[in-house]
């Protein structure tokens, strides 16, 4: 049973935008806190910004001003702007519910998606 479903990733220049979406199974989206992460060749995945069931947000200092979380209940979707991508932005971006404590403390709720592929280009 898919429960997450990651897309709007592509290619962008240095300075560009990209909107990324994350469609949820209700029972993995309903009253969670909800989180993007990313994974770079030869890096770990990493919790970039969290949202908690009630619209409470919290970001990794290395998007903080340039990446904004939001989420749409009734549509079970989370969605994650990005501004002023940088090259150290490129990586395969997943959404995934959490039992959230902090940004390098938190419990993964549900199965991995395919994930999204982010590259930016110098």
């Known amino acids: 049973q898919v429960q997450l479903v990651e897309s709007g990733g592509g290619l962008v220049q240095a300075g560009g935008s990209l909107r990324l979406s994350c469609a949820a199974s209700?029972?993995?989206?309903?009253?969670?806190?909800m989180g993007w992460f990313r994974q770079a060749p030869g890096n770990k995945r990493e919790l970039v910004a969290h949202?908690?069931?009630?619209?409470?947000?919290n970001y990794a200092d290395s998007v903080k001003g340039r990446f904004t979380i939001s989420r749409d209940n009734a549509k079970n979707t989370v969605y994650l702007q990005m501004t002023s991508l940088k090259p150290e932005d490129t990586a395969v971006y997943y959404c995934?519910?959490?039992?959230?404590?902090?940004?390098?403390?938190?419990?993964?709720?549900?199965?991995w998606g395919q994930g999204t592929q982010v590259t930016v280009s110098s």
């Open positions: 995934n519910a959490l039992t959230y404590y902090s940004l390098s403390s938190y419990y993964i709720r549900g199965s």
């Open positions: 949202i908690t069931s009630g619209g409470a947000t």
């Open positions: 209700g029972s993995i989206f309903t009253g969670k806190s």
